[in-house]
C-alpha cells in the first residue's frame, strides 16, 4: 500500500453548493461555469458531493454525475476531493473505487450515520470502518470529525490509531468546539507522520487558522473563496492584522449562514450566489426549505458588506 503525503493536503478546499432549478432538478448548464469560477480562485482543491452539496440528497447516478462533471472541468487544475457518503464497510469501498476510476484524487470518508450515533462509540467501530475502506481503496483518505450533537466524537486515542493508517492524510474537524480542534491538533501533530488539521467550523475560520489548523474544508468558500484563501495566507505569514481585516469583512456573513438552523446555510449560499450572478436561483431539494424574505435582504447586507456583491 502506498504511505501518502498529507504535506499536499494542507490550504483551502472549498465544499461547493450545487446549483439547482426551480423543479429541483440539478442545473447541469449552470454547473461548468460555476466551477471554472471556483477553479480560478485558486483553491488547493474542491469537495465534491458533500453536505454543502447536499450529498445525502443525490442519487448514487447524481452524485456520480456530479464528480465526472467535475472531474472534467477541473481538468486537473485543483485537487479533487470526492465525498463518500456509505452505510456500510463494503459500500463505502465500492464508492471509493468508483471515485478513484473517475479521477478524484482523494476521498472524504462520512462516518455512517445513525450507525456511529450513541455513547459510548467502541473506538474499534469507527476504526474497522475506515481502516477497511482504506486496505481495500488505495488512495488518499481524509477522516471527518462531525460536528457535536450530529455525529461520533472520536477520542483522542482514536484519533491516534486513525493517524497511523497509510493512506489517511487529513481530518476535517467540524466540530465546532475550540478545545476539541486543539485537541485534535495536539495528537496529529504528535504523529511520525503529522496529519493534515483543516478546519470545518465556517463560523470560527479566523480563530482556527490562529490556532494552528493547515488549512479548510468548508462549505463557506463556495462563494467567498479568494477572500478565505487570502485569510489564510495571512494567519500563515503572520500577517495577523491584515487577516482579522478580511474576517471583520467577511465573519458577519459566515456567522450569520451558519447559525441556527444549521441546515439552512445551503439556502443562504445559494443567495449569495445568485446575488454574484452564478446560480439562476437558490433552489434547494426538499424538504429543505427556501429563505424568507427578511432573511433574504438580511443576507444581502452581510453579502455587500463583505464585499462579495
Same mark, same amino acid.
Given at each position: 500500500?502506498?504511505?501518502?503525503?498529507?504535506?499536499?493536503?494542507?490550504?483551502?478546499?472549498?465544499?461547493?453548493?450545487?446549483?439547482?432549478?426551480?423543479?429541483?432538478?440539478?442545473?447541469?448548464?449552470?454547473?461548468?461555469?460555476?466551477?471554472?469560477?471556483?477553479?480560478?480562485?485558486?483553491?488547493?482543491?474542491l469537495?465534491?458531493?458533500?453536505?454543502?452539496?447536499?450529498?445525502?440528497?443525490?442519487?448514487?447516478?447524481?452524485r456520480?454525475?456530479?464528480?465526472?462533471?467535475?472531474?472534467?472541468?477541473?481538468?486537473?487544475?485543483?485537487?479533487?476531493?470526492?465525498g463518500?457518503i456509505?452505510?456500510t464497510?463494503?459500500?463505502?469501498?465500492?464508492?471509493g473505487?468508483?471515485?478513484?476510476?473517475?479521477?478524484?484524487?482523494?476521498?472524504v470518508?462520512?462516518?455512517?450515520?445513525?450507525?456511529?450515533?450513541?455513547?459510548?462509540?467502541?473506538?474499534e467501530?469507527?476504526?474497522?470502518?475506515?481502516?477497511?475502506?482504506?486496505?481495500?481503496?488505495?488512495?488518499?483518505?481524509?477522516?471527518?470529525?462531525?460536528?457535536?450533537?450530529?455525529?461520533?466524537?472520536?477520542?483522542a486515542?482514536?484519533l491516534?490509531?486513525?493517524?497511523?493508517?497509510?493512506?489517511i492524510?487529513?481530518?476535517?474537524?467540524?466540530?465546532?468546539?475550540?478545545l476539541?480542534?486543539?485537541?485534535?491538533?495536539?495528537?496529529?501533530?504528535?504523529?511520525?507522520?503529522?496529519?493534515?488539521?483543516?478546519?470545518?467550523?465556517?463560523?470560527?475560520?479566523?480563530?482556527?487558522?490562529?490556532?494552528?489548523?493547515?488549512?479548510?474544508?468548508?462549505?463557506?468558500?463556495?462563494?467567498?473563496?479568494?477572500?478565505?484563501?487570502?485569510?489564510?495566507? @495571512? %494567519?500563515?505569514?503572520?500577517?495577523? !492584522?491584515?487577516?482579522? $481585516?478580511?474576517?471583520?469583512k =467577511?465573519?458577519? /456573513? +459566515? #456567522?450569520? *449562514?451558519?447559525?441556527?438552523?444549521?441546515?439552512?446555510?445551503?439556502?443562504?449560499?445559494?443567495?449569495?450566489?445568485?446575488?454574484?450572478?452564478?446560480?439562476?436561483?437558490? @433552489? %434547494?431539494?426538499?424538504?429543505?426549505? !427556501?429563505?424568507?424574505? $427578511?432573511?433574504?435582504?438580511? =443576507?444581502?447586507? /452581510? +453579502? #455587500?458588506? *463583505?464585499?462579495?456583491?
Amino acid at each position: 500500500m502506498t504511505v501518502y503525503n498529507p504535506e499536499e493536503y494542507k490550504g483551502i478546499f472549498a465544499a461547493p453548493v450545487l446549483p439547482m432549478l426551480e423543479n429541483e432538478e440539478i442545473d447541469w448548464d449552470t454547473l461548468p461555469g460555476y466551477i471554472n469560477w471556483l477553479v480560478e480562485q485558486r483553491p488547493t482543491g474542491l469537495a465534491i458531493n458533500m453536505d454543502a452539496g447536499e450529498g445525502h440528497s443525490l442519487s448514487k447516478a447524481e452524485r456520480r454525475r456530479v464528480l465526472e462533471t467535475y472531474v472534467k472541468h477541473v481538468n486537473s487544475r485543483c485537487k479533487i476531493l470526492a465525498g463518500i457518503i456509505a452505510n456500510t464497510v463494503q459500500e463505502a469501498i465500492d464508492l471509493g473505487l468508483e471515485a478513484k476510476q473517475i479521477g478524484a484524487d482523494a476521498i472524504v470518508l462520512f462516518p455512517p450515520l445513525p450507525l456511529f450515533l450513541g455513547s459510548p462509540l467502541p473506538d474499534e467501530i469507527p476504526y474497522t470502518f475506515h481502516a477497511e475502506v482504506a486496505k481495500a481503496v488505495d488512495m488518499p483518505m481524509i477522516i471527518f470529525q462531525f460536528p457535536f450533537g450530529t455525529g461520533p466524537e472520536y477520542s483522542a486515542s482514536l484519533l491516534k490509531r486513525l493517524g497511523e493508517i497509510d493512506q489517511i492524510v487529513a481530518i476535517k474537524d467540524a466540530s465546532f468546539d475550540a478545545l476539541k480542534h486543539l485537541e485534535i491538533l495536539d495528537v496529529m501533530k504528535s504523529l511520525p507522520r503529522p496529519i493534515s488539521v483543516l478546519t470545518g467550523a465556517d463560523q470560527l475560520l479566523f480563530e482556527e487558522f490562529v490556532m494552528g489548523a493547515d488549512g479548510a474544508l468548508i462549505g463557506f468558500a463556495s462563494t467567498l473563496t479568494k477572500e478565505v484563501i487570502a485569510m489564510f495566507n @495571512a %494567519v500563515n505569514e503572520r500577517r495577523i !492584522p491584515e487577516a482579522q $481585516a478580511i474576517w471583520d469583512k =467577511i465573519g458577519p /456573513l +459566515a #456567522r450569520y *449562514a451558519w447559525r441556527r438552523p444549521f441546515r439552512d446555510y445551503r439556502p443562504r449560499m445559494k443567495e449569495v450566489l445568485v446575488a454574484q450572478g452564478l446560480f439562476k436561483t437558490a @433552489a %434547494v431539494r426538499a424538504p429543505l426549505l !427556501p429563505v424568507s424574505e $427578511a432573511e433574504r435582504q438580511r =443576507i444581502m447586507e /452581510l +453579502a #455587500r458588506h *463583505a464585499g462579495a456583491i
